[in-house]
């Protein structure tokens, strides 16, 4: 606990002690006293939640208030008492602690729940802080809490309301900038109590919780697994950079058309458009970007003037890398797979004038890209013998957690320039196969920054600091929850 604490202890940065994890309180005032001392922690908040508030604390509600009175003994400047201890224990139980502040704190772990008629209640209390959390199943729930923060942040006791869970990342982010007093994160990446809590330091210094204000502009990536996508860190590191006034938020969500309520209500400038909903954004664009129109896919969301227009940006990030180690128009490119990604590449490459083969697993849907694009078909692990400048994996094989896999065997193919699209791990086995045989590689890690880079200048119409995003890319792979 101490160690954790340390990492995070600063000016700004209260601590929660979670009392309720403890498995010994043997020696509880004594040592909390110590660290409080060596920490000098400005603010520490003494929460010890029962199990049936959500916590892991199995005693009476006489015992939770001893171990409070405890930790407010070694030096606590709050206590977060939880709603279901003060209904129970009455109204004595908030005066025990009327020597710090207090918090009277309400969390739903399945629902948002009925957040009015639970204030109305808090407001009675003599206590500083409201703490409402409740498990969000959708963005829009975040529209709620926004609402919410903005009609009562004035009041008293100050507010403080929280989405748990992937979809509710925004109103952790947005919490303070919605006027809510506080905000909550983790100390480290696996360090988490409740599901959504972010690091702290990924809050302050991805996110920069404490510096938004109303002028700051939102981009986001909408997705259905958004909450581990690796753009937050690379698109807030760019804004940072070139001190452009905007937050980019992980938005996960199973339906699009949540998000785009979520999107229009929170005036988003921009977005980035991940799986599975590339396609589906498209018929809501007021334009879109011929190119992207052909491919059927569009990853990139700029809003002009109240216009929705789209890009692909993974087509050009495709040309991009490639050009860089061969010269394209006449070249002969294998991709493997015949998804979204496929589709981009196999587009953009003959816009460039290369020849294009297409293996896929299923040959039906080889075949209607190929048409498409004029190109030539070649059986799914039949490659052998094919003479071809470079060869792309534009399928998941070879991804985390299946790193042993490779899509082709390198021996039975003649080429120069292995690109696999697949960036997690960095250096897949295809990869390393392939520099093992003295070929040149291109990694999907240079494509994901080259790709994001193109997003940020039609966002801001300046150019992308690209060392700097694949730097925070990088960064990103240290924490293993993220993609
Ligand atoms: P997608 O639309 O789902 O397409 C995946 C393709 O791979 C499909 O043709 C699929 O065949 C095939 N496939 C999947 N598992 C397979 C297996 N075990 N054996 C043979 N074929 C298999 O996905 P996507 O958006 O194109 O993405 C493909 C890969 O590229 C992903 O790993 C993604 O992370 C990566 N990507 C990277 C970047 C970057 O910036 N580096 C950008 C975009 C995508 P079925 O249709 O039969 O399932």
Not at 13 to 18: D, K, L, N, P
Not at 243 to 255: M, S
Not at 298 to 321: I, L, P
Not at 432 to 442: K, M, N, V
Request: charged fraction near 20%; proline fraction near 4%; glycine fraction near 8%.
């Amino acid at each position: 606990m101490e160690e954790q604490a340390a990492k995070v202890s600063t000016s700004q940065v209260g601590i929660e002690w979670r009392l309720d994890y403890l498995q010994n309180f043997a020696e509880l005032e004594t040592q909390l006293h110590q660290i409080l001392f060596r920490l000098r922690s400005p603010q520490s908040i003494a929460t010890c939640r029962r199990v049936e508030a959500g916590g892991l604390f199995k005693g009476s509600i006489e015992e939770q208030a001893q171990l409070l009175e405890a930790a407010v003994r070694a030096g606590c400047h709050w206590v977060d008492l939880e709603m279901e201890s003060i209904d129970r224990a009455g109204p004595g139980f908030i005066r025990r602690f009327k020597s710090v502040k207090t918090i009277a704190s309400y969390h739903d772990y399945r629902k948002m729940p009925p957040v009015g008629d639970i204030y109305r209640r808090m407001k009675r209390l003599p206590v500083q802080v409201a703490k409402i959390a409740g498990q969000v199943r959708t963005l829009a729930d975040n529209l709620k809490i926004q609402k919410f923060l903005k009609a009562h942040h004035a009041g008293n006791p100050r507010l403080v309301m929280l989405g748990m869970g992937p979809a509710g990342i925004p109103s952790r982010v947005l919490g303070l900038k919605w006027g809510g007093a506080f905000t909550y994160a983790s100390p480290g990446s696996h360090s988490a109590v409740a599901s959504g809590q972010l690091p702290v330091s990924a809050m302050r210094s991805i996110y920069r919780v404490d510096h938004l204000d109303h002028r700051t502009q939102l981009y986001g990536i909408v997705g259905s697994r958004a909450s581990v996508s690796l753009s937050p860190s690379m698109q807030n590191a760019a804004f940072n950079a070139k001190r452009v006034n905007a937050v980019y938020l992980p938005c996960e969500t199973g339906r699009l058309s949540d998000f785009l309520k979520f999107a229009r209500a929170l005036g988003f400038a921009g977005f980035s458009v991940t799986m599975p909903y590339k396609r589906a954004i498209i018929r809501e664009l007021d334009w879109i970007d011929p190119l992207a129109q052909q491919i059927g896919a569009c990853n990139t969301v700029a809003v002009q003037r109240g216009k929705w227009m789209g890009w692909n940006t993974d087509a050009a990030a495709v040309v991009e890398v490639l050009t860089k180690r061969l010269r394209l128009a006449g070249s002969r490119i294998l991709i493997l797979g015949a998804g979204g990604a496929a589709r981009s590449a196999a587009f953009a490459l003959r816009g460039e004038g290369a020849g294009v083969f297409i293996a896929a697993r299923r040959d039906a849907v080889a075949r209607r890209l190929a048409r498409e694009v004029s190109a030539e078909v070649v059986p799914w692990g039949a490659a052998e013998g094919l003479d071809v400048d470079a060869v792309i994996n534009a399928t998941p094989i070879g991804m985390a957690p299946n790193t042993d896999a490779v899509p082709i065997d390198l021996a039975r193919l003649r080429v120069r320039v292995v690109f696999d699209m697949v960036y997690y791990p960095m250096e897949t086995r295809l990869l390393s196969e392939a520099r093992g045989r003295g070929l040149t590689t291109i990694s999907g890690l240079e494509m994901l920054v080259d790709q994001g880079a193109r997003q940020f200048e039609i966002w801001t119409g300046e150019s992308a600091p690209r060392a700097l995003m694949e730097q925070a890319v990088r960064q990103g792979f240290d924490h293993p929850e993220l993609e």
